[in-house]
């Protein structure tokens, strides 16, 4: 108790402190500060005042702006001169002022003055959130049409997307979008990221490993639709070069596109299901031979896979056959055949997953995969089946 009050009496030295702060930036501002400093700005004397970025200076001094009255005729008005003498005391914070300066600057002259007492009463008992609340209850209530419908023709949607490599070989996703597309994205994502509680145990990724994961798979899903655009009279593709000896060892590093690289096992993991582009590499990595495109799975095959797997065949995994890859129980790189008794449905994490682990896949004799979990899960090894699909009735 003890230490939680020495914090709060710190936040109102703290704030006090700010709100006077913010009185001084305003009146040297209405002095003149090129005059007075040599800045064109207050907020360019406060960046360097108090080594703050630029953004966080123009912001203490809109705040403080709509606190304090100016001098000039030109100054903006005062907003909330009420909330300056409670700020001034301690007792807000920062959130809380700009929630209530924002309120009242949507509600005409004529009646601010007694929202802001309403605001600071309720303030004295509640969250900024809550606050906030009732600032647009009581906008709502002077102005219940709300503003006139625009009639102007619709924007073009706001959206923006960067996306670039780094010298670490990580890739930065930077990007802005309008409602719709962002509520569209996040519902992607959600249903992609939700955890997976497997045999193999519970889901320990964090929200944002899960997110990343999930954006993965969904990249996935669009490279594997059927309308997806051509690209110089081919679909979409990453060419990934190997050397055969690396991709049968997975041991080593392949070429990934123009500048990046993975590992050789990264490469086998592709190898399962891609569309692959043999290039046969002499002895100082010269091309040799390109062969042409061929894709493993053919698409009567993977209609069968589907069918019988009816998704992710791991244990206990729920991803259904869109969200899936094929893979090789014997690798076709050592003479492994493209059939329905060598491949397996899997979603991307668990056929990671396979490739990493202990973890084994084999064909029973009834046609239908099983997997044996590695010998620190279960010492016997028996065999698990995922009984989520329910999988139908199938002759090989």
Same mark, same amino acid.
Request: glycine content about 8%; some cysteine.
């Given at each position: 108790?003890?230490?939680?009050?020495?914090?709060?009496?710190?936040?109102? !030295? !703290?704030?006090?402190?700010?709100?006077?702060?913010?009185?001084?930036?305003?009146?040297?501002?209405?002095?003149?500060?090129?005059?007075?400093?040599?800045?064109?700005?207050?907020?360019?004397?406060?960046?360097?005042?108090?080594?703050? +970025?630029?953004?966080? #200076?123009?912001?203490? !001094?809109?705040? #403080?702006?709509?606190?304090?009255?100016?001098?000039?005729?030109?100054?903006?008005?005062?907003?909330?001169?009420?909330?300056?003498? !409670?700020?001034?005391?301690?007792?807000?914070? =920062?959130?809380?002022?700009?929630?209530?300066?924002?309120?009242?600057?949507?509600?005409? +002259?004529?009646?601010?003055?007694? /929202?802001?007492?309403?605001?600071?009463?309720?303030?004295?008992?509640?969250?900024?959130?809550?606050? /906030?609340?009732?600032?647009?209850?009581?906008?709502?209530?002077?102005?219940?049409?709300?503003?006139? +419908?625009?009639?102007?023709?619709?924007?073009?949607?706001?959206?923006?997307?960067?996306?670039?490599?780094?010298?670490?070989?990580?890739?930065?996703?930077?990007?802005?979008?309008?409602?719709?597309?962002?509520?569209?994205?996040?519902?992607?994502?959600?249903?992609?990221?939700?955890?997976?509680?497997?045999?193999?145990?519970?889901?320990?990724?964090?929200?944002?490993?899960?997110?990343?994961?999930?954006?993965?798979?969904?990249?996935?899903?669009?490279?594997? #639709? %059927? &309308?997806?655009?051509?690209?110089?009279?081919?679909?979409?593709?990453?060419?990934?070069?190997?050397?055969?000896?690396?991709?049968?060892?997975?041991?080593?590093?392949? &070429?990934?596109?123009?500048?990046? &690289?993975?590992?050789?096992?990264?490469?086998?993991?592709?190898?399962?299901?891609?569309?692959?582009?043999?290039?046969?590499?002499?002895?100082?990595?010269?091309?040799? =031979?390109?062969?042409?495109?061929?894709?493993?799975?053919?698409?009567?095959?993977?209609?069968?896979?589907?069918?019988?797997?009816?998704?992710?065949?791991? %244990?206990?995994?729920?991803?259904?056959?869109?969200?899936?890859?094929?893979?090789?129980?014997?690798?076709?790189?050592?003479?492994?055949?493209?059939?329905?008794? =060598?491949?397996?449905?899997?979603? #991307?994490?668990?056929?990671?997953?396979?490739?990493?682990?202990?973890?084994?896949?084999?064909?029973?004799?009834?046609?239908?995969?099983?997997?044996?979990?590695?010998?620190?899960?279960?010492?016997?090894?028996?065999?698990?089946?995922? =009984?989520?699909?329910?999988?139908?009735?199938?002759?090989?």
């Amino acid at each position: 108790m003890a230490l939680a009050d020495r914090i709060s009496t710190l936040l109102t !030295v !703290v704030r006090s402190a700010e709100a006077e702060i913010g009185a001084l930036l305003v009146e040297i501002e209405s002095r003149g500060v090129m005059e007075l400093f040599g800045y064109r700005s207050v907020a360019r004397l406060f960046e360097h005042l108090a080594d703050v +970025p630029k953004s966080a #200076a123009e912001t203490v !001094v809109k705040r #403080a702006r709509s606190l304090h009255p100016g001098h000039h005729l030109d100054s903006p008005p005062t907003v909330a001169p009420a909330t300056a003498a !409670v700020a001034a005391e301690g007792r807000l914070s =920062n959130p809380m002022i700009d929630t209530i300066a924002g309120a009242l600057t949507q509600i005409p +002259p004529e009646h601010r003055e007694d /929202a802001e007492q309403h605001l600071l009463a309720f303030a004295e008992e509640a969250g900024h959130k809550q606050v /906030a609340a009732l600032g647009a209850r009581i906008i709502a209530h002077l102005d219940p049409d709300g503003p006139e +419908p625009d009639t102007t023709e619709p924007a073009i949607p706001n959206r923006e997307l960067s996306l670039r490599r780094k010298r670490t070989g990580i890739w930065e996703l930077h990007g802005r979008f309008d409602d719709e597309t962002g509520s569209r994205a996040s519902a992607l994502l959600d249903a992609l990221a939700e955890r997976r509680t497997t045999d193999e145990g519970g889901d320990h990724r964090s929200p944002q490993e899960r997110y990343g994961d999930a954006f993965s798979d969904a990249i996935d899903l669009a490279l594997n #639709a %059927p &309308t997806l655009p051509m690209r110089a009279g081919e679909r979409a593709h990453v060419m990934v070069a190997v050397s055969l000896k690396d991709l049968k060892s997975a041991v080593g590093q392949a &070429t990934l596109g123009d500048t990046g &690289t993975i590992t050789a096992a990264e490469a086998r993991i592709h190898a399962c299901d891609s569309m692959i582009i043999p290039a046969v590499l002499g002895e100082k990595s010269e091309p040799l =031979n390109l062969g042409r495109l061929r894709r493993l799975i053919s698409a009567g095959l993977r209609r069968a896979l589907y069918l019988r797997d009816r998704g992710c065949a791991f %244990p206990g995994c729920h991803r259904p056959p869109r969200h899936c890859q094929g893979h090789h129980i014997r690798h076709w790189s050592e003479g492994g055949p493209t059939n329905l008794t =060598n491949l397996v449905l899997m979603c #991307a994490h668990h056929h990671r997953l396979l490739h990493r682990s202990g973890w084994e896949v084999r064909i029973a004799a009834d046609g239908l995969p099983e997997f044996l979990p590695p010998a620190f899960l279960d010492k016997r090894r028996k065999p698990r089946r995922n =009984n989520l699909h329910q999988p139908l009735p199938f002759a090989a």
